[in-house]
């Protein structure tokens, strides 16, 4: 009998999400038998993962892949994998700008960026979509520090706060920042905004669909005509964004968006595409700040100025199921604040087959 071969992993919170991240050179080259080895790593598919690491939802079944970069103007490659819960589907379609917050922390830790003192800027490249992310992450006496103070909604406590920069995020996915050429299109007999500045997204107004875009996931996803209207108006955005038939993948994603609640810019939930999202990716955020900018779109139809405290004018709040989420939005790019945090560092091991 062969000896067991673990894989080196790292499991890291990202954001809002959490998920496992690996060197490129610890996986297997080719892509079909990489996934392979994902899905069983991760317990798909299996609506508990209960033989993975993967923990039962979208937000939690997550891979990032990382290699140093082959070009002068990024430091390492991220390739983002989303394992499907419930499928034995590995999909490289859209990016991720939760689990991107790991990304730095763990180029630094496995060696493939000399940390600086106090911040280390590492420049990621977002393989899924060539959009570049600089991400300054906090390295005190040259270490990753993950404490601080820095509370991000919808994750318990406090963290090292890590600003995120984005750049050439329009049109990651779809072709253009407006696919259709237009701030507002009408889709299934709605007004949407097919838009994408880092993820593509379909924006209707909540009440278009008779929800007031202020409940629960949990609530959201119990209606089945509801999830079976965001699934119709989706397919249609898809095809009109030049992204094909979408049926199979997880790309885009569609945000209700409603007049805020707390103070907030806009109230959003976002359909990811089939589970509603606990708070809101950032790269969706991105794109949805965006499209509050924009004039004519219907974010920016509802949006409100900001009337929380010592929120700065250039912010744009986007409130979520379990708080807010911040964006700076301008011409170049865009900021967020987030934060990460390591788990756990080991060896993780895929199922054998019996001889
Ligand atoms: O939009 C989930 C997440 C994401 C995406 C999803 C994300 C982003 O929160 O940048 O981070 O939309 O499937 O992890």
Known sequence: MSPRRGIPVMVLRGGTSKGAYFLADDLPADPGERDALLLSVMGSPDPRQIDGIGGGHPLTSKVAVIRRSGEASSDVDYLFLQVQVDAAVVSAEQPCGNILAGVGPFAIERGLVAAQDPVTPVRIRMVNTGALAIAHVP??????????????????????????????????????LLPTGNATDEVCGLPVTLIDNGMPVAIVEAARLDVSGHESPAELESQTVLRQRVEALRLEAGRRMGLGDVAA??????????????????????????????????????????AAA???????????????????????????PTGWFDTVVSPGGAAVVSTARLLLDGVVFAREEAQ
């Open 139 to 176: 390295t005190p006496q040259g270490r990753v520090n993950y404490a601080g103070r820095t509370a991000l909604a919808g994750v318990p406590g406090t963290a090292a706060r890590q600003v995120i920069d984005f750049q050439e995020t329009a049109g990651s996915v779809a072709a253009a």
């Open 249 to 290: 993948t997880t790309v885009p994603k569609v945000c209700l968006v409603a007049t805020p609640a707390a103070g907030g810019s806009l109230a959003t939930r976002m359909f990811i595409p089939h589970r509603v999202h606990t708070a809101i990716g950032v790269l969706a955020a991105v794109t949805v700040a965006t």
């Open 294 to 320: 924009l004039p004519g779109s219907v974010a920016a139809r509802i949006c409100q100025p900001v009337t929380a405290a010592a929120v700065p004018p250039d912010v744009i709040r986007l409130e979520h």
